[in-house]
């Protein structure tokens, strides 16, 4: 079982910025093989994909995301990030980590992002 940590999250103004992490508890071979992604969750609303990566660098965006976030990975240190910048209001919500191999997805806990003045 793979467990995956957040970090990064928290508190920022309307038009800032917040970089969000993500790496296995322990170092995992299969998470430099697997597809990732990031997804977000607001209140009484389902999770929605925000940014994906393959497990050779390629990124796709949801229209949420597009322009203003950047997913990346590095492999080699086993972590996966989302640079967000013009954060807006909308932008709220609980942001998780994912990763996929094969037929097995992993979630990480979670991370609360709240852009508010």
């Known amino acids: 079982q793979v467990q995956l940590v957040e970090s990064g999250g928290g508190l920022v103004q309307p038009g800032g910025s917040l970089r969000l992490s993500c790496a296995p508890h322990?170092?995992?071979?299969?998470?430099?093989?697997?597809?990732m992604a990031w997804y977000r969750q607001e209140p009484e609303k389902q999770r929605a994909l925000v940014a994906h990566?393959?497990?050779?660098?390629?990124?796709n965006y949801a229209d949420c995301g597009k322009g203003r976030f950047t997913i990346s990975r590095d492999n080699a240190k086993n972590t996966m990030s989302l640079e967000m910048s013009r954060l807006q209001a909308e932008d709220t919500a609980f942001y998780y980590c994912?990763?996929?191999?094969?037929?097995?997805?992993?979630w990480g806990q979670g991370t609360q992002v709240t852009v508010s003045s």
């Open positions: 994912n990763l996929v191999v094969g037929y097995q997805a992993y």
């Open positions: 322990e170092s995992e071979y299969i998470f430099s093989v697997g597809a």
């Open positions: 990566i393959t497990a050779v660098g390629n990124t």
